[in-house]
């Protein structure tokens, strides 16, 4: 980042390592940062909780029928 650019905002630690994060990679400090973040998501591990919908209570209700041959 040049010299004369103010920046608006502070910066804030990089979510996953807590280093000092650098613009190019916002919010990360780095690129392996970023990965293991898109990795997190890709895996499921950011969940946000919600209410079950009815179709989720009539999926656990139907047994799964196997064709026998």
């Not at 990089?14 to 392996?32: D, W």
Request: proline share 12%.
């Amino acid at each position: 980042m040049p010299d004369n650019v103010t920046r608006l905002r502070t910066p804030k630690p990089c979510p996953i390592c807590s280093k000092p994060s650098i613009q190019q990679y916002h919010p990360f400090c780095s690129v392996r940062c970023a990965d293991v973040d898109l990795n997190r998501w890709l895996k499921g591990n950011y969940v946000i909780p919600g209410a079950k919908s009815s179709a989720d209570e009539d999926e656990a209700d139907t047994p799964i029928q196997m064709d026998e041959d």
